[in-house]
């Protein structure tokens, strides 16, 4: 059965705070991506990554950076926590397949609180 | 840029009751569309999709039909069960111009409430 995991369901920071989330897949797919899902925004990328080391900024980058030194991790990066950085973080990943239509696989997502 | 609009939520029915959530679209060339259902603490799952224009997806009871020439692409399911409840997103895929790297544009998601 197909699995992203990440580091953490829950996690309470202050802000300032240098934050890190985990994602590990186990499909040794190629593409791996982090979203932030706010209500009535829905999820919004805030990066992608294509391949080993390779990464791409999404729709809302800004105060992010991520680390993909190994296929199946993707780290997302805070480097310094604010308070509008508290949202549910979901990672998700997908395979390079025909026609660009493959599905993406989520993790349970870590809900992030920055007091 | 691509973008995707869902109805306003949330939507609250009784069991049995039908469901109609609507999608419309706004992409160049031919996009894949999907729907994807996140229950209660979980992450999103895939519920349907469809590749092409009048392509019909279809999952545990849920229907969508990909209409082109609306750019639309509306959920429907006959008889909602309390299980359904959950929010649901709209999405799509666009490989216009190169490679897209598999990228998902969200909609804002509709939350569902079936009650007993």
């Known amino acids: 059965d197909v699995k992203v995991t990440q580091s953490s369901r829950y996690l309470v920071k202050r802000t300032g705070e240098k934050v890190f989330l985990e994602c590990v897949q186990d499909?040794?797919?190629?593409?791996m991506f982090w979203y932030r899902q706010d209500p009535g925004l829905g999820l919004r990328l805030i990066y992608f990554?294509?391949?080993?080391?390779?990464?791409e900024k999404g729709d809302i980058p800004e105060g992010y950076s991520v680390s993909r030194e190994k296929k199946e991790r993707f780290s997302l990066i805070l480097e310094s926590a604010s308070t509008n950085q508290t949202s549910m973080y979901l990672c998700?990943?997908?395979?390079?397949?025909?026609?660009?239509?493959?599905?993406?696989?989520f993790g349970p997502g870590t809900r992030l609180t920055v007091t | 840029g691509d973008s995707v609009t869902q109805m306003e939520g949330p939507v609250t029915l009784s069991e049995e009751a039908f469901l109609t959530i609507n999608c419309t679209y706004t992409?160049?060339?031919?996009?894949?569309l999907f729907w994807y259902v996140q229950y209660p603490g979980e992450g999103l799952q895939l519920l349907l999709k469809?590749?092409?224009?009048?392509d019909k997806g279809s999952n545990k009871g849920f229907e969508a039909t990909y209409r082109k020439e609306t750019t639309s692409f509306h959920l429907e399911k006959g008889s909602v069960q309390v299980s359904d409840s959950a929010v649901y997103f709209c999405?799509?895929?666009?490989?216009?111009?190169?490679?897209?790297?598999?990228?998902?544009?969200f909609g804002q998601g509709t939350i569902l409430t079936v009650h007993p």
């Open positions: 998700a990943s997908s395979t390079i397949g025909d026609g660009e239509t493959d599905e993406q696989y």
């Open positions: 499909m040794d797919h190629e593409n």
């Open positions: 990554s294509y391949d080993v080391k390779m990464k």
């Open positions: 992409a160049t060339g031919y996009p894949s």
């Open positions: 469809a590749t092409k224009a009048d």
């Open positions: 999405a799509l895929n666009n490989n216009a111009g190169g490679t897209s790297y598999g990228k998902l544009t």
